[in-house]
């Protein structure tokens, strides 16, 4: 039996495929991939992998299509996506759709298994069955990922339960950084983009607020970051 964590790379640009494929094999890994969208999404919803990393031009589909129809079947699949660089719109709708995290090309070889084995080693750690109750009207189920708010049922990814229990442990605002750092597995915050925060922080408030554009629960503070208040 194989302890190696497998991924599964859906990239369509046959040098870059190789030379992820040769790094990852390299730290240790298995390998699996596929250059075609829908292929890609054939092959992900096939298994469960130990993370998906979606390349977003392909042919057929995208790897926004790709990152979305996971969603709908796994909330606990770590996906991370490579954006083109300075792409804000590609970033925002990647996260939006339910990628964990991602990495704007050209990137770091390094970076990139640095950011991977932090997506797995997260999704490795099992929550704790808690309830969280952010209201009397809105709850969350730390292992289910699922939550009820305002009578509706709600579905969280792994990553934003992480954050709702790592804020729910913290008594003062939290910095986007700290959040980086504690909820990612960041090493080094320095030259890190912060919109990832903010994205995650946004969907959750249309998850657990009555009003997103008004939020009484996750609280921004100027400067300082981010509050979970209850009750
Ligand atoms: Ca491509």
Redesign the pocket.
């Known amino acids: 039996m194989t302890t190696k964590p497998t991924l599964l790379i859906v990239?369509?640009?046959p040098s870059?495929l190789r030379g992820l494929t040769d790094l990852f094999v390299f730290h240790g890994f298995n390998v699996e991939s596929e250059t075609d969208g829908q292929q890609g999404l054939d092959r992900a919803l096939a298994a469960q992998f130990s993370c998906v990393i979606l390349?977003?031009?392909?042919p057929s589909i995208d790897g926004f299509q790709i990152c979305n129809a996971i969603r709908q079947h796994s909330q606990t699949q770590p996906i991370l996506m490579l954006t083109a660089k300075n792409t804000e719109q590609d970033i925002i709708n990647g996260l939006t759709l339910g990628a964990d995290d991602y990495l704007a090309k050209p990137f770091s070889t390094s970076e990139l298994v640095l950011r991977v084995s932090a997506l797995i080693r997260r999704s490795g750690l099992a929550l704790t069955e808690t309830k969280l109750t952010i209201n009397s009207h809105v709850n969350v189920c730390t292992q289910k990922l699922t939550g009820m708010s305002y009578a509706q049922n709600v579905k969280y990814t792994r990553r934003e339960v992480a954050i709702l229990s790592y804020l729910h442990l913290k008594t003062a605002p939290v910095s986007r950084e700290e959040l980086l750092k504690e909820v990612w597995d960041y090493k080094s915050t320095e030259h890190l983009d912060t919109r990832t925060v903010d994205i995650h922080i946004a969907k959750l408030r249309k998850k657990i607020e009555s009003d997103p554009k008004s939020p009484q629960h996750l609280v921004t503070f100027r400067g300082e970051g981010y509050q979970l208040l209850t009750g």
């Open positions: 990239e369509d640009e870059i390349d977003v031009m392909l």
